[in-house]
Each structure stands twice: as structure tokens, then as C-alpha cells.
T-cell receptor, first 112, second 111 residues
Framework: SQKIEQNSEALNIQEGKTATLTCNYT??????LQWYRQDPGRGPVFLLL?????KEKRKERLKVTFDTTLKQSLFHITASQPADSATYLC???????????FGTGTKLQVIP | EAQVTQNPRYLITVTGKKLTVTCSQN?????MSWYRQDPGLGLRQIYY???????DKGDVPEGYKVSRKEKRNFPLILESPSPNQTSLYFC??????????FGPGTRLTVT
């Protein structure tokens, strides 16, 4: 079955810096990879999706890369703000386009 | 307002007492799914549905049932809850599986 590892449980960075979160996966190549944001006590919120034939995707201050050779996705938040503090989850299809596997998340804290 | 709603939001029950958690979406989405979230294990998919009367198992379907009789509703049924089903449950919907909108969550405690 698909296995996902997000590089760290927690990441602290200074306001204004770029936060980089890592998502590594094993076993096979997914058709897509997604990133979600989750605030305490709330459901995840979809941020970005990148497909297997795409190398990079951007949305405002967010950037996602997808390296199918390394089996890795990087999620960047540029010019980070305290409001970006949250847990970020990566997810990908897990053998059947409609099945989804989520990573355990990285808790990001942006320090003013 | 476009949303996914779940009821109840909090539930404490006893082992073996059947319960249903409702999920409803008003976005006319074909795809709906249930997840449970546990510390250290992340979000795990229980069941999903591609459309009315079409459901399939996710990674952790044991002890759960679902039905999709109408497009907007996707209830999660626990026929005989056990303490290991104590968890935070999320329902989600989307036009496709790759962009899901999540509900607010249902915190279930089984004693």
C-alpha cells in the first residue's frame, strides 16, 4: 500500500522567510498529489494539486514541486506570515484514482 | 453558502449501540468520502462514493457502513461501535476526488 512521509512533525520559521515542507512517498507513482491546510479543530482545506506530468504549480505565495524520480513533493510558502501557522497535509491517490492516502502532516509555526 | 455539514458534531456513546453520522453537501458534487483522524496516524479513508448507489472501501472500512441513496447525502453507520472507533471523523465532497471540501468534523467517543 502507499506510504507517505512528511519530513517533520513541526517546523518553526521566522516571519518573512520561506517555509519549505517535504512529502515523500513510496511504492508507486501517484497520478496526482495534493496539499491541504488544517487549523486546530477544523476540517482540512484544499490548497493545491499537482499532477504527475507537472513539475511545478504556483498559487499566490504558494508553490508546489513534484519530482517523480525522487518520489517527493516540496511545498513552499514565501514571505510567510503568522496567519500561515497551521498543519499542512499532503495527500495522493493510493492505487485506484478515487482512493486517497494522507500524510500525518507538518505543523508550521511562523514566529513574528 | 457552499458547504459540507455533519451531524452530530460531538457524540459520546456506549459499546454496541448503533449510531449514524450524517453528511450532507449542497454543491452537487459527485464524489463523497469519509475519513477518520487519529493522533500519529493522520487522516485515513474509510469509504468513498463516486455517485449515487456507487460506494467502495477505503483503507479502513472494517466496522463501518455507508449508503448513497441521494447525491447530497452520505451517512456513516456504525452498527456496533467499539472503543477503537473513538476518533475524529470528517466527511468530504468534491466534483472529483482530487479537490475535496471537508466538513467540520464529528468527534466520537465510544466507552
Amino acid at each position: 500500500s502507499q506510504k507517505i512521509e512528511q519530513n517533520s512533525e513541526a517546523l518553526n520559521i521566522q516571519e518573512g522567510k520561506t517555509a519549505t515542507l517535504t512529502c515523500n512517498y513510496t511504492n508507486y507513482s501517484p497520478a496526482y498529489l495534493q496539499w491541504y491546510r488544517q487549523d486546530p479543530g477544523r476540517g482540512p482545506v484544499f490548497l493545491l494539486l499537482i499532477r504527475e506530468n507537472e513539475k511545478e504549480k504556483r498559487k499566490e505565495r504558494l508553490k508546489v514541486t513534484f519530482d517523480t524520480t525522487l518520489k517527493q513533493s516540496l511545498f513552499h510558502i514565501t514571505a510567510s506570515q503568522p496567519a500561515d501557522s497551521a498543519t499542512y497535509l499532503c495527500a495522493l491517490d493510493s492505487g485506484g484514482y478515487q482512493k486517497v492516502t494522507f500524510g500525518t502532516g507538518t505543523k508550521l509555526q511562523v514566529i513574528p | 453558502e457552499a458547504q459540507v455539514t455533519q451531524n452530530p458534531r460531538y457524540l459520546i456513546t456506549v459499546t454496541g449501540k448503533k449510531l449514524t453520522v450524517t453528511c450532507s453537501q449542497n454543491m452537487n458534487h459527485e464524489y463523497m468520502s469519509w475519513y477518520r483522524q487519529d493522533p500519529g496516524l493522520g487522516l485515513r479513508q474509510i469509504y468513498y462514493s463516486m455517485n449515487v448507489e456507487v460506494t467502495d472501501k477505503g483503507d479502513v472500512p472494517e466496522g463501518y457502513k455507508v449508503s448513497r441513496k441521494e447525491k447530497r447525502n452520505f451517512p456513516l453507520i456504525l452498527e456496533s461501535p467499539s472503543p477503537n472507533q473513538t476518533s475524529l471523523y470528517f466527511c468530504a465532497s468534491g466534483r472529483r476526488v482530487d479537490e475535496q471540501y471537508f466538513g467540520p468534523g464529528t468527534r466520537l467517543t465510544v466507552t
